[in-house]
Nanobody, 125 residues
Framework: QVQLVESGGGLVQTGGSLRLSCAASRRTLIYYAMGWFRQAPGKEREFVAAISWSGGSTYYADSVKDRFTISRDNAKNTVYLQMNSLKPEDTALYYC??????????????????WGQGTQVTVSS
């Protein structure tokens, strides 16, 4: 397993932007597919975006397509989620997750074996 730490969450107005970061401690993220998930109060955790180990393949939930962008910098052991045009329904606790695989996807949530503690994103209307 790899230890993951998310950062970058906060309070933003509708239409605003945030960039989340997910850093790995004590281990490189190369050869890991990475994903972002979110969970709103009273709802189940849902998939947001994923990126293959090389960065060559990306996947998005329909609800965030064209607004969110996942990227990675393997030299910095960090994965990012750029979130633009935020909506109140994007309010949730955002988690990053890692799956040690060179498979280019798509991925199932159960593929991800390592999870961070989450960072809160709140979008005010």
């Amino acid at each position: 397993q790899v230890q993951l730490v998310e950062s970058g969450g906060g309070l933003v107005q509708t239409g605003g932007s945030l960039r989340l970061s997910c850093a790995a401690s004590r281990r490189t993220l190369i050869y890991y597919a990475m994903g972002w998930f979110r969970q709103a109060p009273g709802k189940e955790r849902e998939f947001v975006a994923a990126i293959s180990w090389s960065g060559g393949s990306t996947y998005y939930a329909d609800s965030v397509k064209d607004r969110f962008t996942i990227s990675r910098d393997n030299a910095k052991n960090t994965v990012y989620l750029q979130m633009n045009s935020l909506k109140p329904e994007d309010t949730a606790l955002y988690y990053c997750a890692a799956d040690r695989t060179t498979y280019d996807g798509p991925y199932s949530p159960t593929d991800f074996g390592s999870w961070g503690q989450g960072t809160q994103v709140t979008v005010s209307s």
